[in-house]
């Protein structure tokens, strides 16, 4: 069979998540466009999206979970548990008939998602050190032990599907000498390559963000034809760059605010929270708390078909709006209960012994403090009244006795 060798477009995309929809297997939609096997098969398993949860991999996904006796949640010999239809079929998990009652890690390929990815790749793939210096180190505590164990690069990258680049990526970067710092070069390789190397800089490539359709005058446009709908505004503290960072919401209509603890500052990481909170809430009460979300134009926030999408049924579960650039006070909610968090968390202090059950407690807290705004009535009070005390369950907020409210930083010790 002779195929035209031609690169995927948007439409071969399209057409390929559409067939996944359908349950074809890959060989039906290769036959289909064309192209081979392998073509498609890389192609979804390069462009297709894990959702993750709260808890990245837990131990009852491992393959050996049933014959372990410790188990741990960084285990080196942690497995996943394969799909036949997900991994060697179809590709991913779109509109999977057993996806409700499945256990197994569930991924999805959107054909938007997967041509921006292309795109990207195609014009700065290039480009710089695609690494961060958090990055650099998280990478270099896993992969340089094992060589030193004399493992080979393929060997860890088998071992580790955690590590999002590939071999020959990895040797480049040990001939640059990334990794001299932990005693790696690559005379310490089972396998050494040789290649002339021009000079890069260590900086990790931004991905230009379009906010086309989600400007700030395009979210006044929506309000004033949605008017039943309440905003919920949101934003990232920290006091240090390398985190841990504090995701913010706060729902104006009620006040109340909800904090979720971050390790990371992606557009991934934060847009885990609205998985978590849309498996633990009712779809109604999910879509009047997130429905609408306003943020402003940080890096974190910048992918916002991550926030957007239902990962397991691919429709719209929120609109997303982003502020003008340099200016925060167009989310002026969230912005001024930052200082009831900072009267807890001053600037400059280390937050690594930060938890999330401490997130909980402080919160609890500043939501329990009446305001002018809300005629003496308290958010937790605000709150309650429209949605329920079960939901403050859900979000983790208690109501703490007015005497007993504490804005110091002696409270989270």
């Given at each position: ?65 049933k ?43 959107y054909?938007?998602?997967?041509q ?9 793939a290039?480009q ?35 590590i999002t ?11 640059m ?10 005379l ?58 504090i ?167």
């Amino acid at each position: 069979m002779n195929f035209n060798g031609k690169h995927l477009s948007l439409e071969d995309r399209k057409i390929i998540e559409q067939n996944i929809c359908k349950g074809l297997r890959k060989f039906e939609t290769a036959k289909e466009l064309n192209k081979s096997q392998s073509t498609i098969g890389k192609e979804i398993k390069n462009n297709r999206k894990r959702k993750y949860s709260l808890i990245d991999t837990p131990p009852w996904n491992c393959k050996y979970f049933k014959d372990c006796m410790v188990c741990t949640s960084k285990c080196i010999q942690f497995e996943e548990i394969p799909c036949l239809r997900r991994d060697r079929f179809v590709g991913a998990c779109n509109f999977c008939p057993n996806i409700k009652k499945c256990k197994k890690s569930k991924y999805f390929y959107y054909a938007n998602v997967a041509q921006k990815n292309y795109e990207y790749t195609l014009k700065d793939a290039r480009q710089g050190v695609n690494l961060n210096t958090t990055e650099l180190y998280e990478l270099a505590h896993i992969i340089c032990p094992l060589i030193k164990q004399g493992q080979s690069i393929y060997t860890i990258l088998q071992n580790h599907k955690e590590i999002t680049q590939c071999e020959k990526t990895i040797y480049t970067y040990i001939e640059m000498g990334l990794f001299k710092d932990w005693g790696v070069t690559n005379l310490d390789l089972r396998r050494k390559v040789t290649r002339k190397l021009s000079k890069k800089k260590l900086k990790k490539r931004a991905e230009p963000a379009d906010y086309t359709g989600r400007k700030y005058e395009d979210y006044l446009n929506f309000v004033k034809s949605n008017p039943c709908s309440p905003t919920t505004e949101m934003d990232t503290v920290y006091n240090h760059q390398e985190g841990p960072y504090i995701q913010t919401f706060i729902f104006e209509n009620t006040g109340l605010m909800i904090g979720i603890l971050k390790q990371h500052k992606t557009a991934e990481d934060m847009s885990e929270t609205l998985n978590y909170f849309q498996d633990i809430l009712p779809d109604d009460m999910f879509k009047k708390l997130f429905g609408l979300l306003l943020t402003d134009r940080g890096s974190e926030f910048a992918k916002p078909d991550l926030f957007e999408i239902n990962h397991e049924t691919g429709e719209i579960r929120s609109n997303i709006f982003y502020c003008d650039a340099q200016m925060s006070s167009q989310k002026p909610h969230v912005e001024n209960n930052h200082i009831f968090i900072r009267d807890i968390i001053k600037k400059k202090q280390s937050m690594k012994d930060m938890t999330q059950d401490k997130l909980d407690l402080m919160f609890s807290h500043i939501n329990s403090v009446p305001r002018k705004s809300l005629g003496g009535k308290t958010p937790y009070e605000a709150f309650e009244f429209f949605y329920g005390k079960e939901t403050l369950d859900k979000l983790h907020i208690q109501k703490i006795e007015k005497d007993k409210v504490t804005l110091q930083p002696y409270l989270l010790k």
